[in-house]
């Protein structure tokens, strides 16, 4: 017997990211999708992977003692993605520019995660005005990304090439920007 619109309608809300700040009990689901881009991709420029003590240390100083974020959206119960926020450059007058990272477990690409991470954290940093400008660091080629940063409001404002070298080729990275 099919379903009526009413159920579908009901198992989609269900499915749909609901995005909550992350806490500790999160960090190895974090860590579990982000180990994946680490030893996988060229997504991101780290090589090894992080320890559970050096996902706590972060965690505790960026997000806990600090003014960073670390969202995570679940769908079905479980973690499929996340997103942070971290200083852009380490010197004090880039304090109010920050950089942004999303990653989305591998089975969850496509389902809107990453939209629903982005949506709520820039709702956030718009109503916070500890900061002014955003910037999305974007190893290329990464077509998917690009367009992704496009859709919420990013603009290319440079490539640097060969800035990378990882899996045994040099890679470009674009930077884009989007205020706050």
């Known amino acids: ?26 960090l190895p689901a974090v860590a579990a999708i982000y180990t994946h881009y680490v030893l996988r991709t060229t997504i991101t420029f780290n090589t090894e992977v992080r320890t559970p003590r050096q996902w706590q240390e972060r965690f505790a100083t960026h997000v806990t003692a600090g003014r960073h974020q670390l969202l995570v959206a679940e769908v079905a119960g ?19 520019s920050v950089e942004l990272s999303v990653y989305v477990a591998p089975d969850a690409t496509g389902a809107g995660v990453g939209g629903a991470l982005y949506g709520a954290l820039l709702t956030r940093l718009e109503a916070d005005e500890a900061f002014h400008r955003a910037y999305a660091v974007i190893a290329l080629p990464n077509e998917g990304s690009e367009a992704f940063h496009r859709r919420h409001g990013f603009t290319l404002r440079g490539t640097l090439t060969e800035a990378g070298h990882k899996f045994g080729r040099y890679l470009d990275v674009a930077y884009y920007e989007r205020a706050l």
């Open 78 to 96: 479980a973690v499929a993605g996340f997103v942070e926020t971290q200083p852009f450059r380490p010197k004090p007058a880039y304090d109010r």
């Open 1 to 26: 017997m099919p379903s009526s619109p009413a159920h579908q309608a009901h198992h989609a809300a269900d499915a749909a990211p609901h995005v909550r700040d992350a806490g500790v009990a999160d």
